[in-house]
């Protein structure tokens, strides 16, 4: 009787554990996602241009993608609730001092603050779920519902955001994690166990994790400032040159030390990489094509901003839905099929992108949108399990690390791309249809009537372009899943932990 109540007590308790890293990853993303709808006011108090403001967000995303690996190999060394709990305390304090802040510099300083904070939540979190579900299919259970936070924080983020400004100032976007993060703190304190590697760390790869800031940096950079400084301008160059020599040497220092922060061995694991290849190819599409959708919206169908934002709602509300049913195929399809007919559908979501025009409801966007996210939802507990399946557990805080990384390169990489096809593809457009039209007219209105048709059709034709191949990368992407293979993987048993 007693150990039928311990049981029921310690299954009580790993989902009170999910719970916990569920409000720590919705604060992280609500906090991104609230920041970009406060940037029009931020703007006006600090008397800054909008090419100003978006070094708010770049710095946000450089120290964010530099120190995700450091936290995901100080969580496997030190422990992950001390980690977490870390992240999660550093990260209220930087959000306090952004609200406080005083004008850009120490409005970037501040943000600066937060995403190394914040950049612990994800590789500490998945951790912490893979070692507190151990069950193969309960764990892609739990993954499959931890996925649907990220959901989750699109759809509030929204609904909280524009409330916020509007009755409290921009200010109250980054004060509201103060009572937010306090309860993740106390629920982190007392619920979360601690678990370390069984493997002890003898020495930190400092120079391993400077060497990689230093690439990541300049890997972001120019993604981020690359189509406006030119992708051959001299500072995009030396971004470039950087990026090769600073991977080149990593690679070295990472052979040679006893504890690298990045287990080059990962990458003889066919299964990590072809899971990291898909995962790179799909949210390279995916975010290169979606990131378009506000643009288009504000643009061409004349929505502001809260309301774009409602727009996304069905897509988050579709992607939480779907996470945890992908979640309860493991153990009955195998994962590489449920990854594939998710990514499928991802693909013809974003395909039916390709008809929007000026005069498309917010229903042709919003089913497009329902589609898209889920198929992707579908598929996230399978792909974020086999990472967690084929490392060692001592390992998976580094490993969860790597894809969260691939992850957020994929989709600046993606965002960079697309923009530049879309830059180049609505000149040519305009050069294209210029010289197929005729106007049989000298009076000014028309002539500026004329310009602006062919403008409006050049950039029309450019969004469907842009869609489809995005809708295309991703289709090519579901392909790559299939080479997939996991050791002992059957429909009756849990995945194999190598």
């Not at 774009?308 to 493991?330: D, E, N, Q, R």
């Not at 001592?394 to 697309?418: P, T």
């Not at 028309?446 to 289709?475: C, E, H, M, P, W």
Request: glycine share 10%; with cysteine; hydrophobic share 55%.
């Amino acid at each position: 009787m007693e150990e039928k109540e311990d049981s029921k007590k310690a299954s009580n308790l790993r989902w009170w554990i999910l719970l916990t890293v569920i409000v720590g990853t919705f604060l992280g993303r609500l906090d991104q996602t609230i920041v970009n709808l406060a940037l029009p006011k931020i703007i006006n108090d600090f008397g800054i241009t909008v090419s100003s403001a978006g070094w708010i967000a770049t710095a946000y995303i450089l120290a964010n993608a530099v120190f995700v690996p450091i936290w995901g190999k100080l969580g496997d060394t030190i422990g992950r609730k001390k980690v977490y709990i870390w992240g999660f305390g550093i990260f209220i304090v930087g959000s306090v001092l952004a609200g406080l802040s005083w004008n850009l510099s120490s409005m970037i300083i501040f943000r600066i603050i937060q995403a190394i904070a914040g950049s612990a939540d994800y590789p500490t979190a998945m951790a912490i779920i893979a070692v507190t579900f151990e069950e193969g299919k309960e764990r892609a259970q739990a993954l499959g519902i931890w996925s649907a936070s990220f959901a989750a924080a699109v759809v509030f983020g929204p609904l909280l955001g524009g409330p916020l400004i509007d009755s409290f100032g921009w200010r109250s976007v980054f004060l509201i994690n103060l009572p937010i993060g306090i309860l993740g703190i106390v629920m982190a304190m007392y619920f979360i166990n601690e678990s370390v590697s069984t493997v002890k760390t003898r020495s930190f790869d400092w120079w391993g994790a400077l060497v990689l800031g230093g690439m990541l940096s300049s890997l972001v950079l120019v993604l981020e400032k690359g189509s406006d400084w030119g992708w051959f301008s001299a500072g995009s160059m030396i971004c470039y040159f950087l990026v090769a020599s600073l991977l080149g040497l990593f690679i070295k220092i990472e052979q040679k030390v006893s504890e690298p922060i990045v287990d080059l061995k990962f990458f003889k694991i066919p299964a990590f990489v072809n899971a990291l290849v898909n995962n790179f190819v799909v949210f390279m599409g995916m975010m290169g094509g979606v990131f378009l959708i506000p643009v288009f919206a504000q643009t061409f169908l004349g929505y502001n901003a809260t309301e774009t934002g409602y727009l996304f709602i069905p897509m988050a509300v579709a992607m939480m839905a779907a996470s945890p049913l992908g979640g309860m195929l493991t153990g009955k399809v195998q994962s590489r099929y449920v990854i594939f007919v998710s990514t499928l559908i991802a693909s013809v979501g974003i395909f039916l992108f390709t008809g929007l025009d000026p005069r498309s409801t917010a229903i042709d966007i919003i089913i497009p949108l329902s589609v898209m996210a889920f198929g992707l939802g579908f598929g996230m507990a399978q792909r974020t399990n086999i990472i967690a399946s084929v490392v060692p557990q001592n390992e998976i805080g580094i490993a969860s690390s790597i894809l969260a990384l691939v992850r957020n390169i994929s989709g600046a990489v993606g965002i960079a791309i697309f923009a530049t096809i879309l830059n180049n593809r609505v000149t040519s457009n305009i050069l294209t249809i210029n010289s197929f039209s005729k106007l049989n007219s000298h009076n000014p209105l028309d002539i500026q009537k004329y310009i602006g048709l062919i403008s409006l059709k050049a950039q029309i034709n450019a969004y469907d372009y842009v869609f489809l191949v995005a809708s295309v990368i991703v289709f090519i992407g579901a392909f790559t899943i299939l080479f997939l293979k996991l050791k002992n993987e059957r429909t009756d048993i849990k995945v194999h932990v190598e």
